[in-house]
């Protein structure tokens, strides 16, 4: 997630994602607490990896789950620093300073 302005709303790419993400666990949400004989939980947990550290969205991010019915204790991990960001989806940690090879 990217900082930046998205239209005319003045929405950050940042929040943008953030609701989108929002919608997403709305729909997942709404299928798993479903009434009737296909509702087989009565609560959601939901489980979010930040890959892009943007801890300063939380506060906002958590003020739209918990407006929503069912989901309880969401939990947000970010990357730690030090973990690069693979383009396969995974990280691997960075080497350590004392680990790398001196270019004297």
């Known amino acids: 997630m990217e900082s930046?302005?998205?239209g005319d709303g003045g929405v950050?790419?940042?929040?943008g994602a953030a609701y989108c993400?929002?919608?997403e666990l709305a729909q997942d949400a709404?299928?798993?607490l479903a009434r009737g004989g296909s509702?087989?939980?009565h609560h959601v947990l939901p489980f979010v990896w930040?890959?892009?550290?943007?801890?300063?969205e939380y506060a906002k991010f958590l003020q739209g789950l918990e407006q929503m019915e069912?989901?309880?204790h969401p939990v947000i991990i970010a990357r730690p620093g030090q973990m690069i960001a693979s383009s396969r989806?995974?990280?691997?940690?960075a080497p350590e300073a004392g680990d790398q090879a001196s270019s004297n």
């Open 4 to 6: 930046g302005e998205v």
């Open 12 to 15: 950050s790419e940042a929040m």
């Open 21 to 23: 993400l929002i919608g």
């Open 30 to 32: 709404s299928l798993y």
């Open 39 to 41: 509702g087989r939980y």
């Open 50 to 56: 930040d890959d892009s550290r943007r801890t300063e």
């Open 70 to 72: 069912g989901i309880v």
């Open 89 to 93: 989806g995974r990280g691997r940690a």
